[in-house]
């Protein structure tokens, strides 16, 4: 067994943005590499499905096929947990918070909003303000060992070669989630076009 391998092992695990792109091939990843204990998989109530509709339907994926061939019973390790980022204390369920607090000892933070277009308010508080409360959880969480954040390269658009090291912002992160709360919707929207332009 590998270092990496060795490293999982046991480990209890939760992944935001499980239902994306990357969080799936993570997930899938985990699962037949890893001798891991549990995942958790945030996942969000959307406009035409409960988060257990979602996770029938994730654990069903065509992703997980080899998985499922080798191991049919590999999504007893993955546990939903219902909850959303963009809402505070993760619109989750005392129970699933101390259990989490309780297990968890990696933390993968792969949610995000990756549409450049979306108004900004939005942005701000899945992709600043969503990471923070996860932090948030982190802190509180009794065995954790990784906080692993993912990230966009877009971020740093301004760069044409950009380096694995912090950038610091010309502004206060907190006084952008100020504005972007009680500026009215056309002073944003101004913002957003001159952002765009650059």
């Not at 969000?44 to 996770?55: G, I, L």
């Not at 450049?116 to 932090?135: C, H, K, Q, S, Y």
Request: include cysteine; charged fraction near 25%; hydrophobic fraction near 40%.
């Amino acid at each position: 067994m590998g270092q990496i391998s060795e490293f999982y092992k046991g480990k209890n695990i939760l992944v935001t943005g499980a239902t994306g792109f990357c969080g799936k091939v993570l997930v899938e990843k985990l699962l037949r590499s890893c001798n891991v204990g549990k995942i958790f998989i945030l996942v969000r109530h959307k406009k035409k499905a409960s988060p257990q509709q979602r996770f029938n339907d994730y654990v069903k994926h065509r992703i997980f096929d080899g998985l499922r061939s080798t191991d049919p019973l590999f999504s007893q390790r993955i546990h939903l947990i219902s909850g959303d980022i963009t809402i505070d204390d993760l619109a989750m369920s005392e129970t699933d918070m101390n259990i989490l607090i309780k297990e968890l000892h990696i933390i993968f933070h792969c949610a995000a909003n990756v549409r450049f277009d979306d108004p900004i308010r939005e942005a701000i508080n899945i992709n600043v303000v969503g990471t923070w409360r996860m932090l948030q959880l982190a802190e509180k969480c009794e065995h954790l060992e990784v906080f692993s954040y993912m990230s966009t390269a877009f971020s740093q658009a301004c760069y044409t070669e950009l380096k694995e090291e912090y950038y610091p912002t010309k502004i206060d992160v907190f006084e952008i989630i100020k504005l972007t709360k009680e500026l009215e919707p056309e002073y944003l929207e101004l913002i957003e076009q001159r952002l765009q332009k650059n």
